[in-house]
């Protein structure tokens, strides 16, 4: 019998030894965010590597990266703010609340997908020259970008409802969505952009269509008999009594995407302007080098949320605190090793990518710059998921500003003004605001955090009473 019916899941989220099941959580949940790392650079490295054109095709798809943000940051929105919600009901005993959550959010990321993909096709071109593109790279830019817009609807399917998979702690199944959309991403590739010479449109459609596959695959668990929670008809209207709450928590997670757009452009744009599109495609590797180590961090987080949310749910302040805990080392671990990794041998990332010899000199240096804050990371990367997972959207809002909004992209353009290697300074904004917003973070998490347990506390002792 599989294993996630012979054991009740709540009943492990609420009792089960904290620090073992997080690791058989996020085992897998890593497992699946690192098939997913695949499935979000294995376009890169095919692409990188065509014959004659491929510097100027892995910059202009890297160009690309703020639709793919854009469409990303609409899915957290509301996905991420209703798992959470949805995982709190379940701790409350409330499941039907919790479904109507989950129908309420598959409507709206239909809804918000075919809006997406129409205005895409209506404006793309004019974006792309506004994210930085040059008249060599906007032949490879444009026409990836209309495929993937065109398969947002599947985009966000594959992404948005396996989270309602994940936050009933099926997350072996949901390693399965991922894992499906990925072997079938790795295989279409090299078919497409080769074997037919579709080039940058050959790599947009094999993830269009693998995305689909995943869509399809996540769906039909959730109408199906093994999950807990149901994706029922009659729960598909939306409510705003759902979903404002829900927007509300998916705020922090929007804002953290959409402006990983607006960085984006303002990094491109600059460089740009400085360095030409050698320095844009520095990065492009940069930036994918960076969800290298995000999106395991992110599975880590993912394996702790079900913990976190469903105990704060249930009035449990001795399981959140020590599922953060457990959630901190293990994100700050996975975060150190990386970062000597890079600073150690950084030409062993980018020949991954690409081996053109003028981009490999200027990758280096700004690669290990770059990540130079990164080993620290995991704290606020900690911070983020828990103020998430216990539904606290003032203050994972404000904590997702800081960074981007508030430091990041003033600096990009305030430190050329002071320094004679402009493509330096540019590079330079991501190390100094990583350190200041890890140290606010930490901060402002004991101010919010132990207040929260303690009021916690109070009402456990009042409804023991």
Not at 97 to 114: D, H, K, N, P, Y
Not at 142 to 158: D, H
Not at 280 to 296: C, D, E, K, L, N
């Amino acid at each position: 019998m599989n294993s996630e019916h012979s054991a009740d899941v709540s009943q492990q989220l609420g009792s089960a030894p904290v620090g073992r099941l997080l690791l058989k959580l996020a085992a897998p949940a890593v497992a699946a965010q690192l098939v997913n790392l695949l499935y979000n650079i294995v376009d890169r490295i095919y692409i990188g590597h065509m014959p004659q054109a491929g510097t100027a095709a892995l910059t202009g798809v890297g160009l690309c990266f703020p639709v793919i943000y854009l469409i990303s940051a609409f899915t957290m929105l509301i996905a991420q703010g209703g798992a959470p919600r949805a995982a709190i009901a379940m701790g409350q005993g409330d499941n039907r609340r919790a479904e109507t959550i989950m129908g309420s959010c598959f409507t709206c990321l239909v809804a918000a997908a075919l809006a997406l993909t129409a205005l895409f096709w209506a404006v793309g071109e004019p974006l792309l020259w506004l994210f930085g593109c040059s008249e060599e790279t906007i032949l490879y830019a444009l026409p990836y970008m209309r495929i993937y817009s065109s398969g947002s609807i599947f985009v966000m399917m594959a992404l948005g409802m396996n989270l309602f998979v994940t936050t009933q702690g099926f997350t072996r199944f949901s390693m399965k969505t991922v894992l499906i959309g990925a072997v079938c991403n790795i295989i279409l590739d090299p078919i497409f952009i080769y074997g037919l010479r579709m080039g940058v449109r050959g790599a947009a459609l094999a993830t269009v269509i693998s995305q689909a596959v995943s869509g399809v695959w996540v769906v039909r668990f959730l109408t199906g008999g093994r999950t807990k929670l149901r994706l029922r008809l009659s729960c598909l209207r939306p409510r705003w009594s759902v979903m404002g709450p829900v927007l509300a928590l998916g705020l922090a997670p929007f804002i953290m995407q959409s402006t990983e757009a607006l960085l984006n452009i303002s990094f491109n744009a600059s460089l740009q302007r400085y360095g030409g599109d050698i320095a844009v495609g520095a990065m492009t590797v940069a930036s994918t080098v960076m969800q290298m180590v995000w999106i395991p961090v992110q599975g880590i987080g993912q394996g702790a949320q079900p913990i976190i949310s469903y105990n704060y749910g249930a009035k449990n302040p001795q399981r959140v605190r020590e599922a953060f805990r457990a959630l901190l080392k293990l994100s700050c671990a996975l975060m150190a090793g990386f970062w000597l990794l890079v600073q150690l041998f950084p030409q062993l990332f980018i020949r991954i990518f690409n081996d053109n010899p003028a981009l490999i000199e200027t990758a280096m240096w700004t690669l290990r710059l770059y990540t130079a804050v990164l080993g620290l990371f995991g704290i606020q990367m900690s911070v983020q998921q828990t103020f998430m997972a216990i539904g606290k959207a003032k203050a994972s809002l404000f904590i997702a500003c800081l960074r981007k909004v508030i430091l990041l992209i003033p600096l990009i353009f305030l430190l050329p003004q002071f320094f004679t290697n402009k493509v330096f300074a540019v590079f330079l904004a991501e190390p100094v605001s990583d350190l200041i917003s890890v140290v606010v973070s930490a901060v402002t998490f004991y101010r919010v955090f132990r207040p929260e347990m303690a009021a916690l506390e109070r009402r456990q002792a009042e409804g023991g009473a």
